[in-house]
């Protein structure tokens, strides 16, 4: 699926408010749906790409020799949700989908198992 028909079927979870696909080597967002005056996704997207490049650089200072999944961030009535995409979809660029909920609509897990579909059936 492109990227535009992956956001479309982001903002189909329960509870979904905005999400974006994001490269994290420029902050830049390929695209974003939903959000608002109240939720400027771009702003997001550039500050989550400082979440996932800190967290990269925790992983590597620890020699875990693993990945990140996705990183949770709870809110009293949301939760930002950032799933990291696997190299099949990512090519050269690092980019990661991140999804906003409302915390009373949601259900965090389904959420989480949506995210994965949806990766692993979109191709950039």
């Known amino acids: 699926m492109n990227i535009e028909t992956a956001l479309k079927e982001a903002m189909t979870i329960s509870g979904a408010l905005g999400v974006a696909l994001v490269d994290y080597d420029s902050g830049m ?5 939903g959000g608002g005056d109240w939720l400027n996704l771009e702003v997001a997207a550039a500050g989550n790409t400082d979440v996932v490049r800190a967290k990269q650089r925790v992983i590597s200072a ?3 020799n693993d990945d990140i999944e996705d990183i949770l961030i709870t809110l009293q009535r949301q939760y930002h949700l950032i799933r990291l995409l696997g190299s099949s979809n990512r ?3 690092r980019l990661f989908l991140y999804l906003v909920l409302d915390r009373e609509r949601s259900n965090l897990a389904l ?9 692993a ?4």
């Not at 967002?29 to 749906?33: R, V, Y």
């Not at 059936?121 to 950039?124: E, F, G, I, R």
């Open 91 to 93: 090519g050269s660029s």
């Open 29 to 33: 967002s390929l695209g974003t749906m």
């Open 62 to 64: 620890l020699k875990l």
């Open 121 to 124: 059936d979109l191709t950039v």
């Open 111 to 119: 959420a989480r198992h949506s995210l994965r579909s949806i990766e």
